[in-house]
């Protein structure tokens, strides 16, 4: 399927924000081997970290199509996206 640069950037940002969730739990939860974590911490912790890890591969694997459509490099797509991702006006 093929992605629009809008819907790259968009796709980049939710698994931005996957990630920052991923680090909150991280930082929440302190080190599991400092602190063991309870079931729960852990099954939610293990829930986003795979969501993020989901939503990143989807982005590339788009990533890497769009580019190939559009005889561009890959790299070259990936940091435009990325910059627009992080921008509040894209």
Partial sequence: MAHTFEELVAMQRLADEAHTRVEGLRDAYGPPTA???SETQTDTYETAWRAWRDL????????????KDEGRP????????????????A
């Avoid at 990143?56 to 580019?67: I, L, S």
């Avoid at 890959?74 to 006006?89: G, I, L, M």
């Fill in 74 to 89: 890959r790299n070259e797509v990936e940091a435009e996206v990325k910059r627009a991702a992080k921008s509040p006006d």
């Fill in 35 to 37: 602190t063991p974590w």
């Fill in 56 to 67: 990143a591969r989807d982005v590339q694997a788009a990533v890497t199509e769009h580019a």
